[in-house]
């Protein structure tokens, strides 16, 4: 099972970067995709999630309006569009997948400063 994060990077506030979470090994249809966040000091947190079927999504109160998770079934990948970026989204993102197991990924670092 692998779950591989990418797009991550130094972006100045207000631009966008858009992850990438490639998954292998399992079923990815079942799963729920998920991500999360962490930053220096403080727990990780959900950012965004989707349902297996159905594209249902919810999303963290401080992200809403701004982030789009979404899913390419046919290409086993979840991405996460960040727009309007700001110094407190500095954080490690993770890739989560939650069905009948709970899978993460190694984690790619984004960082907002000017």
């Known amino acids: 099972v692998q779950l591989v994060e990418s797009g991550g990077g130094l972006v100045q506030p207000g631009g966008s970067l858009r992850l990438s979470c490639a998954a292998s090994?399992?079923?990815?249809?079942?799963?729920?995709m998920s991500w999360y966040r962490q930053a220096p000091g403080k727990e990780r947190e959900l950012v965004a999630a989707?349902?297996?079927?159905?594209?249902?999504?919810n999303y963290a109160d401080f992200v809403k309006g701004r982030f789009t998770i979404s899913r390419d079934n046919a290409k086993n990948t979840v991405y996460l569009q960040m727009n309007n970026l700001k110094p407190e989204d500095t954080a490690v993102y993770f890739c989560n997948a939650r069905g009948r197991f709970d899978y993460w990924g190694q984690g790619t670092q984004v960082t907002v400063s000017s």
């Open positions: 090994g399992f079923t990815f249809n079942n799963y729920g």
């Open positions: 989707i349902r297996s079927a159905g594209g249902l999504t």
